[in-house]
């Protein structure tokens, strides 16, 4: 069984990572144009898909900062809707979530 140390410490390299792709995510949209029009067309196409994925970080990283949080006060293993202890099977598969299976499902 995973404790909680261990959980956090996961939670602290995927921070980690996370934090790396938004810069390189950021470093790839503030990049110079290319004099080309044609190629300021592709490069504007890449910026939109280059947006999604640092929208789609910033969610990701949003939820390991709030689960970080949630081990710092004490309640990491516990659902935010009902207070139940939340399996910890299901942390080891996603160690940010902060709702139990059942709650989880209610929410879907």
């Given at each position: 069984?995973?404790?909680v140390t261990q959980f956090e410490?996961?939670?602290?390299?995927?921070?980690?990572?996370?934090?790396?792709k938004l810069d390189s995510i950021k470093e790839?949209?503030?990049k110079a144009a290319n004099a080309d029009w044609n190629?300021?067309?592709?490069?504007?196409?890449?910026d939109e898909v280059l947006d999604a994925?640092?929208?789609e970080v910033r969610r990701e990283l949003n939820l390991v900062n709030g689960a970080l949080h949630r081990i710092n006060i004490g309640e990491y293993e516990f659902c935010d809707d009902c207070g139940k202890t939340i399996n910890p099977s299901?942390?080891?598969i996603?160690?940010?979530?902060?709702?139990?299976?059942?709650c989880a499902s209610k929410r879907d």
């Open positions: 069984m995973t404790s410490s996961r939670l602290k390299v995927m921070q980690s990572a996370l934090n790396n790839n949209v503030t190629e300021q067309a592709q490069e504007r196409e890449n994925l640092g929208n299901r942390l080891e996603l160690p940010y979530t902060q709702y139990c299976i059942d």
